[in-house]
């Protein structure tokens, strides 16, 4: 975080809880929530791969404490994709007629 900036502080708090309201206002409607779960992957990517491999330290004793506070504090940051198999077998579980890759099975 830059410096002990509580307006900086603020300012993500209130992004946190505008992303919450969106989710919110969804209203359930799958579409939309996975639009949003695209987005925040596609950030996610592009702040790991451009901001913070950046702002990375160059020193090993800095790597190395920087390493630490993130095992301390909960490890890499991640968001994992639902797993296509996982979906399926969940919806032949609850009785749903099993996806044919999009023929039909006559």
């Given at each position: 975080?830059?410096?002990?900036?509580?307006?900086?502080?603020?300012?993500?708090?209130?992004?946190?809880?505008?992303?919450?309201?969106?989710?919110?206002?969804?209203?359930?409607?799958?579409?939309?929530?996975?639009?949003?779960?695209?987005?925040?992957?596609?950030?996610?990517?592009?702040?790991?791969?451009?901001?913070?491999r950046d702002?990375?330290?160059?020193?090993?004793?800095?790597?190395?404490?920087?390493?630490?506070?993130?095992?301390?504090?909960?490890?890499w940051p991640?968001?994992?994709?639902?797993?296509?198999?996982?979906?399926?077998?969940?919806?032949?579980?609850?009785?749903?007629?099993?996806?044919?890759?999009?023929?039909?099975?006559?």
């Amino acid at each position: 975080m830059p410096g002990s900036s509580s307006a900086w502080d603020e300012r993500f708090a209130a992004w946190c809880q505008e992303g919450e309201q969106l989710c919110a206002d969804a209203g359930g409607d799958p579409k939309a929530l996975l639009k949003v779960l695209r987005e925040l992957e596609q950030m996610h990517r592009g702040l790991q791969e451009g901001a913070f491999r950046d702002s990375l330290p160059s020193g090993r004793q800095q790597l190395y404490a920087l390493l630490q506070s993130m095992e301390q504090s909960g490890g890499w940051p991640y968001i994992p994709r639902l797993q296509l198999k996982r979906l399926l077998d969940n919806l032949d579980t609850t009785g749903a007629q099993p996806v044919t890759g999009g023929r039909n099975p006559a």
